[in-house]
């Protein structure tokens, strides 16, 4: 296949590095072959919260993430997808550092949030994972209250002045994920006394309390039923509006359902980034076709 | 089945995939067929056919609700993405198109009834070769629209779609038929009459078409329907 230019999510001039990338459906109108490991698509965008640049992620020996680049943007919830394995959850780790916790895992290239490389050794990972939330597979209420789960990260991080401070602060974030009418009534029951979706979403309210402005979710809807999985979804719907938000999830109907972009990952690879709809409806790798339709994973 | 249908992990979507594509297959025989006899009952000794055309359209209608049902149970079951859906929606379309084939060909029939009624004493064989003509082209059309569908086959489309419209032949015909009624007046009953059967042979080319920009569509994603009135859109919005 020809080498043509990556395309920028916004429209802008194309920029390729690290991988030389491959494109797009309306000039080739031919899909990229198995054996065609650079990325297609759309991989950067104007002014991006977040730019990687040529992200490798050694375990060991073994090479979890090669080389791999792409931008998150202001407000955009992108999506990555892929077979078990593929390396999607230890690149969504690499954007707060939390490899850092795994001793033989190496990470090289360049990870930027707003600019500043969050790979430097002179960065505080305490802030940075402020700045850069997350939410697990498992929702993970700490052993205390409800009200104690929400204002612990606002009171370490010296966010709230007084009492009146945090409350409000514990309040807003209970309301803006969803639980405050549930749980106003009961904020000193433990937040593991709460049902699935309700400590999802108290994790949730959790990570946003710190102000953060991105929040990570690794599969935070696997546990879920479909009803809590919808109040999840409608939540990040709503937050987006403040926060870019990278989801790792297995449901292609999740991703193709909250997602401004989709990124495709496969055996360390990313394989292909584009518009959801795009991706959903005719992908231009034939990886990504063959994964989304079924026929691989 | 064409390859690009089959290979899911799931194998009972290859089997709904294929299904869905061998209803369409069978509807389109069934058209084609309907069709041809529909061109044949303008001969005196054909007008047997009739029937059977009539009998066919009934299995279309039907076909056309299985196949719709059909559709419904696999969008419901398999959420598909990508090719997949588009084959869905491409089947979904061609079975409209189908269906009004059906009706072209239906039409025709009636058409065709009347002009052997006891209303008009004698045929004329000058007027009823424009039939033949027009006919002709439409079925060579469908026909090459089976091998398509059947293959899947996206450049076999394109080429199909490249090949010279039904217009010019109809607009002489037109020219020719007029003469008709300029010699005699009392012509103008039949001739009108000829004149729908030929726009009806001009909607089935306008089907068959269609269903080579669906097969296009299924296999590339390209959706060239309208592209003339896509460019005029672009052009005015670059003004």
Known sequence: MSIVLEKQWNGDNARTKGKEPVSTPEQTNSIASCEDRRTVGIATVNNPRIRCVDVNVYYGNKHAIKNISLDVAHNEIIAMIGPSGCGKSTFLRCLNRMNDTIDNCTVTGKIELDGQNINDKSIDVVPLRARVGMVFQKPNPFPKSIYENVAFGPRIHGLAKDKTDLEEIVVTSLQRAGLWREIKDCLNQPGTSLSGGQQQRLCIARAIAINPEVILMDEPCSALDPIATAVIENLMNELCCDYSIVIVTHSMQQAARVSHRTAYFHLGDLIEVGKTEQMFTNPIHQLTSDYITGRIG | ?239
């Open chain 2, 1 to 239: 089945m064409p390859d690009r249908l089959e290979g899911h992990t799931f194998r009972r979507f290859d089997g709904e995939l294929d299904h869905l594509h061998t209803e369409i297959l069978e509807m389109m025989a069934l058209v084609f067929s309907q069709i041809q006899n529909a061109i044949e009952s303008f001969q005196p000794q054909k007008q047997k056919t009739v029937y059977d055309i009539i009998e066919k359209e009934v299995r279309v209608n039907l076909l056309e609700k299985k196949i719709d049902s059909s559709i419904m149970e696999v969008l419901a079951k398999r959420g598909a993405v990508a090719r997949d859906l588009r084959a869905i929606m491409g089947f979904s379309k061609m079975v409209t198109d189908l269906e009004r084939l059906g009706d072209e060909a239906a039409r025709i029939t009636q058409i065709s009834t009347k002009i052997y009624s006891k209303e008009y004493s004698s045929q004329d064989t000058g007027m009823l070769r424009e039939i033949d003509i027009i006919g002709k082209h439409a079925c060579a059309m469908l026909q090459e629209m089976i091998a398509v569908l059947k293959t899947l086959d996206s450049k076999r489309a394109r080429k199909l779609l490249r090949r010279a419209g039904i217009n010019e032949a109809f607009n002489a015909s037109l020219r020719r038929l007029t003469t008709y009624v300029l010699e005699d007046t009392l012509k103008m009953k039949y001739v009108i009459n000829i004149i729908l059967i030929l726009k009806s042979l001009e909607r089935i080319d306008a089907h068959a078409r269609n269903l080579a920009e669906y097969v296009i569509y299924i296999v590339s994603g390209d959706d060239i329907r309208h592209a003339e009135d896509n460019r005029q859109d672009a052009d005015n919005k670059a003004r």
